[in-house]
């Protein structure tokens, strides 16, 4: 049966078995309309229930007759929750003004359409301060009905009315013509004595109210249930706590009677800055005389020689471009083990010249003084790249049709065309070029052959403020009545008003159709000029009410204003060639922000963006316009492909795989036997970009806190029924002496009193930790799944794994933070020490990839950079083959060239059980089979010594 159901004739066909089916009863013509209204308490469950079981069995038919009479004005003698409850809500969805008043017992006259009394028994003393049945109906209007409960009370015998024998007794009186005559034909029916239609319809409206009265019932045992749970894990929880500080002052007075200590730490070096070149023209000369007499034996770039410094020159000093290509390439390249330095390019000195191995020219115009420095570095052998971030090279491009600077600022053709030539003709004295996209490097090859691609990227100190605005963010206190959703324009100059113009069209109807959109532009500070030229578009005039102006900020302070966005977009220009060889800059600096972008399909934008995963692709207005709405109109999309970009961008395009790339690419320069070797592994690598993107199971958040501060290391605790064993692994971060210090723990869906546990401990030992959430599975997600919730939720650059039945040793946290920062590596892991059933270390052999050929020699309670995680698509996700995760993200990180380093102190214990995942699950034969399935599928290199299932004694 359905709600949409319109009967011809009458049935009482409500939804109760079908074999108790009420006979048809033919019924006036009023009452052939009941079909959908009339049933509709059968189908909506009350808002409150009434601990009277009476009270609950009269409710279905009281509802009933108000769907029937549509009153307006209810009268309750006396008022109980229940009853008001359900007179509001069947009012509310038949949009009625019902007026609802509580009475006393000798209420004033007045003009009610239905009046509700419920007469106390004859035995207690509020029978007598009932109101007489003339009473009751002075206080009707025309047409008015009295519906009596409590009829077993007596003193009512003598009116007309329709009985039903619900509750103590109901009765319906009707006074005078009832609106719409329902009523009254349902009176009518109910004192016909021959059919038993009116006990049928008591016993049908008892049962309702009999189930939801056991629903009622069934809610406060559940309650009372939770509530003695909740105070049973208390305890439990007090007990556990006890039994810990008893082994910690026994470990102590242990540890007072051993003899000797470790010798305190070495302070770390301080780096002293390079000295700033020394000035004066006569050092110059020396070196002009000497080229001029020229060199022995000059050498020339392409020698047999090692690259060991490299020397970052900025043609255009003061400018972002100047941090994106200067100072963050300089920086990868000391991380892939060069020396670097960085000047402008007028300050270059000729002790410059003399330390640099390699001179990289971004955006440098040729001039005498650079010919000068051309010409030493050639003379001392130094390779020469010429380094571009858009098509700065090419003069015939200098048109007003093409950039819009030039028409905007406006800036001379001739000034442009100048430029362009002067920087090509430095960069044909070069010997191989650095582009930021491949369609920027197909413009540069017919110039220089070897030209590689290095993308712009972030660097550490934008990931951390961009993330600290995220959680500003979240932890904001939420505004009931902003719903606002926020598209952003960030653009940084004048020069982009064909590019916004492409956008525009759709973003205008999108604007129009949801109230609460709002366009974010920026402006020159302190409420300067905007940087769009609002002239070129009067369609936003009429909706400057929907525009909000920002001031332009500096780039470090970017990551600020991009996280008050909800939809970041980066249109471009069709067809021009400049927007063509743009790079990503706007994605993924978003994507850091919690942000994601509609981008124009350019080709940059199209490598970068998995549409519908990491963002949206748009091209004309209707694209446009359905991109955006697809996103204003989607919260849950926004969060999921914001989460998803990040896990993206940290890898592609983060300092790390920057310094994978310049590490090969400058060593392949020596000569072509190193050539060749760097070339076989870029090419065997290709893209080198994430493996997959994580897959994060849906959680909710049971107990969250962020006092803000930047912690540099997250511990995750995942824990499936482990109630027994997971304070204990708490206990052991909390006495961590690494400080601030996160904790993230992931309940995979226990069935037993683990999320109890889990938010009594937060509540009670929160504040050791600067930011603490206790996160469930919505389902259980397995070991893989439940990591990758927690790595997900992590907002610290390295994260580590511990299990709920294993241990931390308190410098864990801090010994193996020192390791993987020292070394750069993407995980650091230490020894560790079993106890429980057996006793041996673990963790005893140091890093080397081929150690994975033959099986698993890390366990997972490592270190790990977040960076490293999201590069190898995170944990695997199988239920059906658990057990391996972390062996699996080794070999994944070792195919990426991603080294991992081992701290040779025992900092873990790992605890040795007859219910650890190991025994009951991985080496079971069967399970274990799927298990080296899957990992020689998706590492074919692996060579096991013992894939076959193997228990522990």
Request: charged share 25%; glycine share 8%.
């Amino acid at each position: 049966m359905t709600r949409d159901l319109l009967l011809a004739e009458w049935t009482t066909d409500i939804p109760m078995d079908a074999d108790e089916r009420l006979s048809p009863c033919p019924l006036p013509e009023g009452l052939r309309l009941m079909g959908r209204d009339a049933l509709d308490p059968y189908f909506l469950v009350p808002p409150e229930l009434d601990p009277d079981p009476a009270i609950n069995a009269v409710l279905p038919f009281l509802g009933w007759i108000v769907t029937l009479a549509r009153p307006r004005r209810i009268g309750l003698m006396p008022a109980r929750k229940a009853i008001a409850a359900l007179m509001a809500d069947v009012a509310h969805r038949m949009r009625l003004p019902a007026d609802i008043r509580a009475l006393p017992f000798q209420p004033p006259p007045a003009g009610f359409d239905l009046l509700w009394l419920d007469l106390p028994p004859a035995s207690t003393p509020d029978a007598a301060l009932a109101p007489t049945p003339d009473q009751m109906l002075q206080l009707l209007g025309q047409g008015g009905i009295v519906v009596l409960h409590g009829l077993d009370s007596g003193g009512w015998d003598d009116l007309s009315m329709a009985t039903l024998n619900l509750g103590r007794g109901l009765g319906v009186l009707v006074g005078g013509a009832c609106r719409g005559g329902s009523v009254a034909s349902l009176c009518a029916m109910l004192n016909r004595s021959d059919d038993g239609t009116a006990a049928n319809l008591a016993a049908r409206f008892a049962a309702i109210g009999a189930h939801w009265a056991a629903r009622r019932a069934l809610a406060d045992t559940q309650a009372e249930l939770d509530r003695t749970r909740q105070a049973l894990s208390h305890l439990r929880l007090d007990a556990m706590e006890m039994r810990l500080a008893l082994n910690h002052q026994d470990a102590a007075g242990q540890d007072a009677n051993r003899q000797g200590s470790s010798p305190p730490a070495a302070p770390p070096v301080p780096v002293t800055p390079a000295a700033p070149p020394p000035k004066g023209p006569s050092r110059w000369r020396r070196l002009a005389r000497r080229l001029i007499r020229g060199p022995a034996t000059p050498a020339p770039a392409s020698a047999d020689r090692t690259i060991r410094t490299v020397l970052f020159v900025s043609g255009e000093p003061g400018t972002p471009g100047t941090t994106y290509r200067v100072t963050r390439n300089a920086a990868a390249c000391a991380a892939a083990g060069y020396a670097t330095r960085c000047r402008d390019c007028a300050a270059v000195g000729p002790d410059d010249i003399a330390w640099a191995d390699m001179v990289v020219l971004w955006r440098v115009e040729y001039s005498g003084h650079v010919d000068t420095l051309l010409g030493l570095a050639r003379a001392r052998g130094a390779v020469l790249a010429f380094d571009a971030d858009d098509i700065v090279f090419e003069p015939a491009l200098a048109r007003t049709d093409l950039i819009d600077g030039i028409r905007v600022c406006p800036a001379p053709v001739a000034r442009i065309e100048r430029m362009y030539a002067d920087m090509q003709r430095t960069m044909r004295q070069c010997d191989l070029g650095l582009a930021t996209t491949d369609t920027l490097a197909d413009w540069m090859r017919p110039f220089l052959k070897l030209t590689l691609v290095l993308p712009n990227t972030f660097d550490d100190a934008t990931l951390q403020r961009a993330r600290h605005a995220v959680r500003r963010r979240a932890l904001a206190a939420p505004d009931a009545a902003d719903d606002v959703v926020r598209i952003g324009y960030a653009t940084g100059s004048r020069t982009h008003q064909r590019d916004f113009a492409r956008a525009l069209p759709g973003l205008l109807r999108v604007m129009d159709r949801r109230a609460q959109v709002r366009l974010v532009l920026f402006r020159e500070p302190g409420g300067g000029r905007p940087l769009l030229l609002i002239e070129e578009f009067p369609d936003l005039h009429a909706r400057s009410a929907q525009i909000e102006w920002r001031d332009m900020v500096t780039l470090d302070a970017l990551p600020d204003e991009l996280a008050r966005l909800d939809i970041s977009i980066a249109p471009l220009e069709d067809g021009n060639p400049f927007c063509e060889a743009k790079s990503e800059l706007k994605f993924f600096e978003a994507a850091l922000a919690g942000v994601c972008t509609v981008a124009s399909p350019t080709g940059p934008f199209r490598a970068a963006i998995r549409p519908g995963v990491t963002g949206l692709l748009a091209d004309g207005a209707a694209e446009w316009e359905s991109a955006l709405l697809r996103l204003v109109d989607d919260p849950a999309l926004r969060r999921r492909m914001a989460r998803d970009v990040l896990h993206t961008v940290l890898w592609e395009y983060g300092p790390q795989r920057q310094a994978a790339l310049l590490g090969p690419a400058i060593a392949g320069l020596g000569d072509a036997r190193a050539a060749a070797r760097v070339g076989a592994t870029v090419l065997a690598r290709g893209a080198f970009r994430v493996r997959a993107i994580p897959r994060i199971p849906d959680s909710t958040v049971l107990f969250t806190q962020d006092h803000l501060q930047d912690a540099a290391v997250t511990v995750v605790v995942t824990a499936y029924n482990y109630a027994g064993h997971v304070i204990e692994a708490l206990d052991s971060v909390r006495r961590q002496t690494l400080d601030p210090l996160d904790l993230i723990v992931v309940d995979d869906a226990s069935t037993d009193d683990t999320p109890s546990l889990l938010t009594g401990w937060a509540a009670r030992h929160g504040a050791r930790f600067n930011r603490l959430l206790i996160l469930r599975a919505r389902r259980n997600a397995g070991l893989g799944g439940a990591r990758n919730i927690g790595m997900a939720a992590a907002e610290t650059p390295y994260v580590l794994q511990l299990d709920a039945d294993n241990r931390l040793l308190p410098d864990a946290c801090a010994r193996l933070l020192a390791a993987i920062a020292a070394e750069r590596a993407g995980y650091a892991y230490p020894l560790i020490r079993q106890f429980g059933r057996e006793a041996s270390v673990m963790g005893d052999t140091p890093f080397h990839p081929g150690r994975l050929v033959g099986g698993n020699t890390i366990d997972a309670m490592a270190l790990v950079a977040k960076w490293a995680w999201a590069a190898a698509g995170g944990y695997y996700v199988r239920r059906d083959a658990m057990g391996w995760e972390d062996y699996d993200l080794w070999c994944t990180l070792a195919e990426l060239g991603i080294a991992g380093t081992q701290v040779p102190e025992i900092l873990a214990e790992y605890r040795v059980h007859d219910t650890a995942m190991t025994d009951t699950l991985t080496e079971r034969p069967h399970h274990k089979d799927a298990v080296v399935t899957l990992l020689r599928d998706r590492h074919p290199w692996i060579r096991l010594t013992a894939p076959e299932a193997r228990a522990r004694s």
